[in-house]
C-alpha cells in the first residue's frame, strides 16, 4: 500500500494553527486496512477483532464498531474507551475481550460486564477472578512454546515470553477453573508476525495444530483465537501478506475444528499494527541542521534536528524500528544526502535513523532547512498510544483526515495537563 501523501491538506496550514509536531491520519487507509480485514473474516465462522492497544483513538475505535469488529483491550481503561465509542458492554456476545497477564486498577471490575470476556495469561488470576466474585464463562491465553515478534524484544510465544499459560500447565489451570464454576468457552495464543511473512504462514498453521490437539478438552469451547501479528511492511518494496491465502488457513481452521467438536467453533483473529501503522505521520518541523567530523572514533555526520523526539515516536528508541522519511513539498529531482535525523530530548537514542543494533543509519533525503517540515511515516500503531510526558511536554495532538479535511482529534496537551494529578495527601 502506497504511503498517505495528505497532498490535498495544506500541513502548513495546520502546523500554524496547533503547532508541532502532531500526528496526521489519513481516514481513507484505516478504511482501505478495514475492508481488507472484512474481506479476510467474510466466510462464516470467523470474527475480527481489533487490538485497540495499537490505537485506541476515538474515531479509530468508532469505525471499528460500526464495521462489526469486535475488540480485543488489555486494560480496565481500554474497556472503557471502547464502551465510550458505542461498543454494548451488556451485550450477549463477547465483543470484548479483556486479554491481560496482571489485573490491575479497574480491570476486575470490568468482567462483570456480560459482553466482557477476562482471557487469563497466568494461573493465578483464575483464584483473582473468584475472589472478585466473578463466577462466569473465561478464556485461557496459552504459550505454545513457538513465536516470534517482529523484533527480538517482542518476542510474543516460547520460553522467552511472558505471556499466557504454558501449554503443559493448561490443564491444571482449566481445572482450576472449572472448579470454581468459570466455563473456559475461548482459547488463545498470540506467536507474533515473525521477520519473514512466510513464517507467519507457517507459524499460524502450526498453531492451528496446536488448538486441534488441544480443543477435545474443552467441553464448552465456542471459539479459538489466533491472535493479531498480521505483517505490515514499514520499508518501502517490503514483502506484503497474502490475505486471501491467510483467509484459507483461517477457513480451513473453521471448518476443521466444527467437524472434530461436532458444534459450530469460532476462529478469531485480533489485528492491531496491520490496520492502524500506514494510517499516520508524525508532522514535525526542522529547527537545525548540524555537523560532525570525522576523527579516531568514527565518521561524521549531518544531524537534521527536528521538534519530534521518542516522546512522540518511541519506536525507533525502544527497538531500532524503521520509518520511512519523508520532507514535505520536497522537488521531485532534489539530490540526496544521507542525514541523521534526532529529536529535542536530552537523550542519545532520541535519533529516528538507526538501526536494528541502535547504530545510527543515515537516511538518504532531500536538502532541508530550518523550518521545513517532515513527516514519519508508518506511526499509526503505537505512535500516540504509546507517547508519554517524558521532560514534561504535552503528548501532541491528533489530526484526522477525511475528503481532505482535516478534523482536531485531540489538542496539545498543556502544562496544566501535565501537573493536573499531582497532590500532596496524607494516606
Known amino acids: 500500500m502506497a504511503m498517505p501523501d495528505f497532498q490535498g491538506v495544506d500541513l502548513n496550514r495546520i502546523a500554524e494553527r496547533i503547532g508541532t509536531p502532531f500526528h496526521l491520519y489519513d481516514a481513507q487507509v484505516v478504511q482501505?486496512?478495514?475492508?481488507?480485514?472484512?474481506?479476510?473474516?467474510?466466510?462464516?465462522?470467523?470474527?475480527?477483532r481489533y487490538a485497540m492497544k495499537a490505537c485506541s483513538a476515538r474515531q479509530v475505535l468508532e469505525r471499528m464498531r460500526a464495521h462489526g469488529i469486535w475488540i480485543d483491550a488489555v486494560s480496565g481503561n481500554e474497556v472503557l474507551r471502547a464502551q465510550a465509542a458505542g461498543y454494548d458492554l451488556g451485550a450477549d456476545c463477547p465483543e470484548v475481550l479483556l486479554t491481560t497477564d496482571v489485573f490491575r486498577d479497574n480491570a476486575l471490575d470490568m468482567v462483570h460486564y456480560p459482553g466482557v470476556l477476562p482471557n487469563l495469561g497466568s494461573p493465578g488470576m483464575v483464584e483473582q477472578l473468584e475472589a472478585s466474585g466473578y463466577t462466569g464463562p473465561i478464556a485461557l491465553r496459552l504459550n505454545p512454546g513457538f513465536g516470534h515478534g517482529h523484533v527480538?524484544?517482542?518476542?510474543?510465544?516460547?520460553?522467552?515470553?511472558?505471556?499466557?499459560?504454558?501449554?503443559?500447565?493448561?490443564?491444571?489451570?482449566?481445572?482450576?477453573?472449572?472448579r470454581r464454576g468459570m466455563q473456559?468457552?475461548?482459547?488463545?495464543?498470540?506467536?507474533?508476525?515473525?521477520?519473514?511473512?512466510?513464517?507467519?504462514?507457517?507459524?499460524?498453521?502450526?498453531?492451528?495444530?496446536?488448538?486441534?490437539?488441544?480443543?477435545?478438552?474443552?467441553?464448552?469451547?465456542?471459539?479459538?483465537?489466533?491472535?493479531?501479528?498480521?505483517?505490515?511492511?514499514?520499508?518501502?518494496?517490503?514483502?506484503?501478506?497474502?490475505?486471501?491465502?491467510?483467509?484459507?488457513?483461517?477457513?480451513?481452521?473453521?471448518?476443521?475444528l466444527t467437524e472434530?467438536?461436532?458444534?459450530?467453533?469460532?476462529?478469531?483473529?485480533?489485528?492491531?499494527?496491520?490496520?492502524?501503522?500506514?494510517?499516520?505521520c508524525v508532522v514535525t518541523r526542522v529547527t537545525d541542521i548540524k555537523r560532525t567530523e570525522t576523527n579516531d572514533k568514527g565518521p561524521g555526520h549531518t544531524f537534521v534536528?527536528?521538534?519530534?523526539?521518542?516522546?512522540?515516536?518511541?519506536?525507533?528508541?525502544?527497538?531500532?524500528?524503521?520509518?520511512?522519511?519523508?520532507?514535505?513539498?520536497?522537488?521531485?529531482?532534489?539530490?540526496?544526502?544521507?542525514?541523521?535525523?534526532?529529536?529535542?530530548?536530552?537523550?542519545?537514542?532520541?535519533?529516528?535513523?538507526?538501526?536494528s543494533e541502535e547504530f545510527l543509519q543515515p537516511r538518504p533525503l532531500p536538502p532541508v532547512h530550518p523550518g521545513d517540515l517532515?513527516?514519519?511515516?508508518?506511526?499509526?500503531?503505537?505512535?500516540?498510544?504509546?507517547?508519554?510526558?517524558?521532560?514534561?511536554?504535552?503528548?501532541?495532538?491528533?489530526?484526522?483526515?477525511?475528503?481532505?479535511?482535516?478534523?482536531?482529534?485531540?489538542?496539545?496537551?498543556?502544562f496544566e495537563d501535565v501537573v493536573r494529578t499531582e497532590c500532596f495527601t496524607a494516606l
Open 32 to 48: 482501505a486496512r478495514i475492508d481488507n480485514i472484512l474481506a479476510l473474516t467474510a466466510a462464516p465462522g470467523l470474527q475480527a
Open 152 to 178: 527480538q524484544a517482542c518476542d510474543t510465544g516460547g520460553p522467552s515470553s511472558k505471556h499466557g499459560i504454558w501449554f503443559d500447565a493448561a490443564a491444571t489451570a482449566a481445572r482450576e477453573a472449572e
Open 184 to 256: 473456559i468457552v475461548l482459547l488463545h495464543a498470540h506467536v507474533g508476525t515473525g521477520p519473514e511473512v512466510d513464517e507467519f504462514y507457517v507459524n499460524m498453521q502450526r498453531l492451528v495444530d496446536f488448538f486441534a490437539d488441544r480443543a477435545a478438552s474443552y467441553p464448552h469451547l465456542q471459539a479459538i483465537n489466533l491472535g493479531g501479528g498480521i505483517p505490515h511492511s514499514y520499508r518501502e518494496n517490503g514483502d506484503e501478506i497474502n490475505l486471501a491465502a491467510f483467509a484459507e488457513i483461517l477457513q480451513q481452521a473453521q471448518q476443521r
Open 260 to 280: 472434530l467438536l461436532g458444534r459450530p467453533i469460532r476462529v478469531e483473529v485480533e489485528p492491531g499494527r496491520y490496520v492502524v501503522a500506514p494510517s499516520a
Open 305 to 355: 534536528m527536528v521538534d519530534a523526539g521518542f516522546n512522540d515516536l518511541v519506536r525507533p528508541a525502544m527497538y531500532g524500528s524503521f520509518h520511512q522519511l519523508s520532507v514535505w513539498q520536497a522537488p521531485a529531482d532534489a539530490l540526496l544526502e544521507p542525514v541523521v535525523v534526532a529529536g529535542p530530548l536530552c537523550e542519545s537514542g532520541d535519533v529516528f535513523t538507526r538501526d
Open 374 to 414: 517532515m513527516l514519519i511515516h508508518d506511526a499509526g500503531a503505537y505512535g500516540i498510544a504509546m507517547s508519554s510526558n517524558y521532560v514534561s511536554l504535552g503528548r501532541a495532538p491528533q489530526v484526522w483526515v477525511e475528503d481532505e479535511v482535516p478534523y482536531l482529534m485531540s489538542r496539545r496537551e498543556t
